[in-house]
C-alpha cells in the first residue's frame, strides 16, 4: 500500500471514495437525505478545497494495484497541542486488512513531528468505527451534538488518544 499527500487534483478522488463509502457506513446511521445533504457540504470540490487552504492535510492509500482505497484529513494545533483527524475512511472491502490503521499511523508520525501531545475525532455515537479506534487506543472524552444546517445535527463522541 502507497501513502499520497493529496493536493487540489485529488479533490474528484476523495468525493468519489467518499460517495462510495458513506452509503455503506451510514446507511443505518443517517437518512438518505441527510447523508446526501452531508456528502454535498463536506465533500464537493469546492468545500474539500477551502479545508485544504485551512490546514486540513489530506492522505490518500493506493492498494498493490493502484487503486485508491481509503483517505485521512487531519488537522496539526485543532486546539493547542492537539491534533484532529476530520475524515479517515477506507473502502468497505478494504475494512479489516490494515488500511485505517496506515492512515493513523502517518496522521501519528506527523502529529509527533510536530510535537503534539493528543490525536482526537468526532465518530457519530451509533458508528461501529468506535471499536476500531478503541482497539487503536482511544477513548471516549465527551458527547458532542453539533448542527450542520437543515434541521440536521451530528450526535457523536469525542474519542482521543495521548501519543506522548
Known sequence: MKLI??????????????????PVAYKD???TE???????T????EALSEQMKNNHIFYLVQNENDKYVGFVSYEINCSPNKTKIHKIYVLPETQGKGVGKLLFEKVKEE?????QQVIYL???KYNKAQQF???LGFKTVKEEVIDIGLGYVMDDYVMEVKII
Not at 502529529?111 to 510535537?115: N, Q, S, V
Open 5 to 22: 499527500k493529496a493536493n487540489q487534483s485529488h479533490l474528484e478522488i476523495i468525493d468519489d471514495l467518499a460517495r462510495q463509502i458513506w
Open 29 to 31: 446511521i443517517l437518512s
Open 34 to 40: 441527510q447523508l446526501s445533504y452531508m456528502l454535498d
Open 42 to 45: 463536506f465533500y464537493a470540490k
Open 111 to 115: 502529529a509527533l513531528k510536530e510535537k
Open 122 to 124: 468526532n465518530v457519530n
Open 133 to 135: 479506534y478503541a482497539k
